[in-house]
């Protein structure tokens, strides 16, 4: 392990498939692991670890195929990620686990079975329980993975704007006129133009670049959409819960927050006021999560 300079050490864990799990570790207390979402890496969680700091050491992996671990590998399944899990717990000694969205839905999963942890936090971990949505979500990954296998990175990031833009706008959290001059934009050729930079961001940044993060959420979305009849494994999941999530967020969360809620054994759920999907990575608000991690954390 070695110290940086951006105040953090790092380390390693070996998962069962020996795949290295890189992580950043800092602060001072009882163990937390922050399990970064799906297009991000540890550095999207540094903001809501440094809101930790005072009262917990924060333990920051990079998920399998993103910065300090090994690849993804040929197969990846839910249990590669509890697996991964569980390595980066025994080797820093951690107590607790949160994640957002897919690292909150693998925060939950991995704490099946896996006693060193004694509480689990998730915020919006989507799980498919027939909620109303649930086709809509299946229609976007998929198109999403086409068009990142087809090597159309660009168009699919143009492609999950105009989907966002057109759910805010139904939602009225953005006017409708607004929506509609983006929704105007055209996926192909401006896919394309943006693609280039994308590239040459990936020339700068490797394995950190989005392009390679977009690349790395592909196979996810499989786990994700595999959920669909799994609720029942969430009994076994004997650790108390808390399961956040936020007002301004597509109501599908908050009702896989719901259906996660009926089946857990011991679990809280909490709105938090004006934050949306984004709100626990360092681009959102996670000053308000973190509070709601640290009275939990600490009871």
């Given at each position: 392990?070695?110290?940086s300079?951006?105040?953090?050490a790092?380390?390693?864990?070996?998962?069962?498939d020996?795949?290295?799990?890189?992580?950043?570790?800092?602060?001072?207390?009882?163990?937390?692991v922050?399990?970064?979402?799906?297009?991000?890496?540890?550095?999207?969680?540094?903001?809501?670890?440094?809101?930790?700091?005072?009262?917990?050491?924060?333990?920051?992996?990079?998920?399998?195929?993103?910065?300090?671990?090994?690849?993804?590998?040929?197969a990846?399944?839910?249990?590669r990620?509890?697996?991964?899990?569980?390595a980066?717990?025994?080797?820093?000694?951690?107590?607790?686990?949160?994640?957002?969205?897919?690292g909150?839905?693998?925060?939950?999963?991995?704490?099946?079975?896996?006693?060193?942890?004694?509480?689990?936090?998730?915020?919006?971990?989507?799980?498919?329980?027939?909620?109303?949505g649930?086709?809509?979500?299946?229609?976007?990954?998929t198109?999403?993975?086409?068009?990142?296998?087809?090597?159309?990175?660009?168009e699919?990031?143009?492609?999950?704007v105009?989907?966002s833009?057109?759910?805010?706008?139904?939602?009225?959290?953005?006017?409708?006129?607004?929506?509609?001059?983006?929704?105007?934009?055209?996926?192909?050729?401006?896919?394309?133009?943006?693609?280039?930079?994308?590239?040459?961001?990936?020339?700068?940044?490797g394995?950190?670049?989005?392009?390679?993060?977009?690349?790395?959420?592909?196979?996810?979305?499989?786990?994700?959409?595999?959920?669909?009849?799994?609720?029942?494994?969430?009994?076994?999941?004997?650790?108390p819960?808390?399961?956040?999530?936020?007002?301004?967020?597509?109501?599908?969360?908050?009702?896989?927050?719901?259906a996660?809620h009926?089946?857990?054994?011991?679990?809280?759920?909490?709105?938090?006021?004006?934050?949306?999907h984004?709100?626990?990575?360092?681009?959102?608000?996670?000053?308000?999560?973190?509070?709601?991690?640290?009275?939990?954390?600490?009871?």
């Amino acid at each position: 392990m070695r110290a940086s300079a951006a105040t953090y050490a790092t380390g390693t864990a070996m998962s069962a498939d020996g795949t290295t799990i890189g992580y950043r570790r800092f602060g001072e207390g009882p163990g937390v692991v922050l399990l970064h979402g799906g297009v991000n890496s540890a550095r999207h969680m540094m903001k809501l670890g440094r809101g930790l700091t005072d009262a917990f050491t924060v333990v920051l992996p990079d998920r399998r195929g993103r910065g300090m671990s090994g690849p993804i590998g040929p197969a990846y399944r839910i249990e590669r990620e509890d697996e991964d899990l569980a390595a980066v717990v025994a080797a820093t000694g951690a107590q607790f686990v949160f994640g957002p969205a897919d690292g909150g839905l693998f925060a939950l999963h991995g704490a099946i079975g896996l006693h060193r942890i004694s509480k689990v936090a998730a915020y919006e971990p989507l799980i498919m329980a027939g909620q109303p949505g649930i086709e809509e979500i299946r229609r976007v990954f998929t198109t999403m993975q086409e068009l990142v296998t087809d090597g159309r990175v660009g168009e699919a990031v143009m492609f999950s704007v105009h989907e966002s833009v057109l759910d805010a706008a139904r939602r009225g959290q953005l006017p409708g006129w607004l929506a509609s001059l983006v929704h105007r934009i055209p996926v192909s050729p401006t896919g394309a133009a943006l693609e280039v930079l994308l590239r040459l961001e990936r020339a700068r940044r490797g394995d950190l670049s989005m392009w390679d993060l977009l690349v790395a959420l592909m196979p996810e979305l499989d786990l994700v959409m595999a959920t669909e009849g799994t609720l029942e494994q969430y009994r076994h999941l004997e650790a108390p819960a808390l399961l956040l999530s936020g007002s301004r967020s597509d109501p599908i969360f908050a009702a896989s927050a719901q259906a996660l809620h009926g089946m857990l054994p011991r679990s809280t759920m909490v709105r938090l006021p004006g934050l949306n999907h984004d709100s626990a990575q360092s681009y959102g608000k996670p000053d308000a999560i973190a509070a709601a991690l640290r009275v939990f954390f600490s009871s």
